[in-house]
């Protein structure tokens, strides 16, 4: 049943994806119906097509620009091992350090962490020669140094994705141009991408690269298949009238900020681990999707409407909102030991 699935998802993409000669279509009209009223008009409108291109080009530099996540060395999780493994993960752990030292958004906050997060690792080289020891320092580095840092950064990175997912949904929700739903939808989720890549300061894999650029176009081809079924829309709207009424925008908001909140938490995921994204993880992760995207939405309230009027400074930094759920005890993956109790 899972690879019909995905073979209608990807058909679906396709389609969605084809469907974009109409948003073409609709800019070639609207080009020239401006220089049919002044050729400078449609010359602007150009312009403005030229601009958002290079907007785009500007944001996907951070795929050329930033380093890949650190890719850890197999550590056994029970049983003895080789002196090499224990040296070679060690290194691994110096790379990691060095990551978040040089991160803007740690180095001034959390100084004494990242220098007490380097003694740590450089004490782990003295328990090379005992396995036991040596999976007991990694967890502890793991539970007192590494998962705060980490945490922080969580924070700003839903914060990114709860303001993309607002934007996108009332955006394509309102918008009554297929074109205009395009370019919120490629220029918000690229940014959000951008955003969170700068926030890790760390890029997927080239393999996992593509499946961000691919959660991306599935939101593209959600919008692009609703737009293209406004003959469905009257039709429903002879019979109900609020359907015909609010289905299409309800339906281009909801799924437009589903698909955006989940291509930006598995892009937090793809960005922030510290071995190879698991796609079976990631799935069970994704089931409680509309929940997610609810607190996505949640979190937009609070932080941009009802922190106001309960007189709250609106300018509140996301590194101060609570830590959210998803953050708890996020190294449980990274290292492949068990998370500690104390998480």
Same mark, same amino acid.
């Given at each position: =049943?899972?690879?019909?699935?995905?073979?209608?998802?990807?058909?679906?993409?396709?389609?969605?994806?084809?469907?974009?000669?109409?948003?073409?279509?609709?800019?070639?009209?609207?080009?020239?119906?401006?220089?049919? @009223?002044?050729?400078?008009? /449609?010359?602007?409108?150009?312009?403005?097509?030229?601009?958002?291109?290079?907007?785009?080009?500007?944001?996907?530099?951070?795929?050329?620009?930033?380093?890949?996540?650190?890719?850890?060395? *197999?550590?056994?999780?029970?049983?003895?091992?080789?002196?090499?493994?224990?040296?070679?993960?060690?290194?691994?752990?110096?790379?990691?350090?060095?990551?978040?030292?040089?991160?803007?958004?740690?180095?001034?906050? %959390?100084?004494?962490?990242?220098?007490?997060?380097?003694?740590?690792?450089?004490?782990?080289?003295?328990?090379?020669?005992?396995?036991?020891?040596?999976?007991?320092?990694?967890?502890?580095?793991?539970?007192?140094?590494?998962?705060?840092?980490?945490?922080?950064?969580?924070?700003?990175?839903? +914060? #990114?994705?709860?303001?993309?997912?607002? $934007?996108?949904?009332?955006?394509?929700?309102?918008?009554?141009?297929?074109?205009?739903?395009? %370019?919120?939808?490629?220029?918000?989720?690229?940014? =959000?991408?951008?955003? $969170?890549?700068? $926030?890790?300061?760390? !890029?997927?894999?080239?393999?996992?690269?593509?499946?961000?650029?691919?959660?991306?176009?599935?939101?593209?081809?959600?919008?692009?298949?609703?737009? +293209? @079924?406004?003959?469905?829309?009257?039709?429903?709207?002879?019979?109900?009238?609020?359907?015909?009424?609010?289905? *299409?925008?309800?339906?281009?908001?909801?799924?437009?900020?589903?698909?955006?909140? #989940?291509?930006?938490?598995?892009?937090?995921?793809?960005?922030?681990?510290?071995?190879?994204?698991?796609?079976?993880?990631?799935?069970?992760?994704?089931?409680?999707?509309?929940?997610?995207? /609810?607190?996505?939405?949640?979190?937009?309230? @609070?932080?941009?409407?009802?922190?106001?009027?309960?007189? !709250?400074?609106?300018? !509140?930094?996301?590194?101060?909102?609570?830590?959210?759920?998803?953050?708890?005890?996020?190294? !449980?993956?990274?290292?492949? /030991?068990?998370?500690?109790?104390?998480?």
């Amino acid at each position: =049943m899972q690879p019909f699935l995905k073979t209608v998802e990807r058909i679906a993409v396709a389609v969605g994806i084809l469907l974009l000669f109409l948003v073409a279509l609709e800019m070639l009209q609207a080009y020239e119906t401006l220089g049919n @009223m002044h050729p400078w008009a /449609g010359y602007g409108f150009l312009g403005v097509l030229g601009t958002v291109v290079l907007y785009l080009l500007w944001q996907i530099r951070a795929f050329a620009t930033l380093r890949a996540v650190p890719r850890p060395p *197999e550590l056994p999780e029970d049983g003895p091992f080789k002196a090499g493994t224990a040296r070679r993960f060690v290194a691994y752990m110096k790379r990691v350090s060095a990551r978040l030292e040089a991160n803007p958004l740690l180095i001034d906050e %959390f100084r004494p962490q990242l220098w007490e997060l380097r003694g740590d690792i450089a004490a782990l080289e003295k328990e090379n020669g005992n396995p036991g020891a040596f999976r007991t320092k990694v967890i502890e580095i793991e539970r007192n140094c590494i998962a705060p840092l980490l945490e922080h950064l969580d924070k700003q990175a839903e +914060a #990114v994705v709860g303001d993309s997912v607002g $934007i996108v949904s009332v955006g394509t929700a309102l918008s009554p141009y297929r074109s205009a739903d395009f %370019f919120i939808v490629l220029t918000r989720n690229i940014h =959000m991408v951008n955003r $969170i890549l700068r $926030i890790y300061r760390s !890029k997927p894999s080239p393999r996992e690269t593509v499946a961000v650029f691919y959660d991306i176009a599935r939101v593209v081809a959600a919008v692009n298949i609703l737009n +293209a @079924m406004d003959q469905v829309w009257t039709g429903l709207g002879r019979h109900v009238p609020v359907i015909g009424t609010w289905g *299409e925008a309800v339906s281009e908001g909801l799924f437009s900020g589903l698909l955006t909140s #989940v291509a930006g938490h598995a892009a937090i995921d793809r960005s922030r681990s510290y071995k190879p994204w698991s796609r079976d993880e990631a799935a069970r992760k994704y089931r409680g999707r509309l929940v997610r995207w /609810g607190r996505d939405v949640w979190n937009i309230l @609070m932080r941009h409407g009802i922190d106001r009027l309960i007189g !709250k400074h609106p300018g !509140k930094s996301p590194a101060e909102e609570p830590a959210p759920e998803s953050a708890r005890g996020p190294l !449980k993956r990274f290292f492949g /030991g068990k998370a500690p109790s104390g998480e």
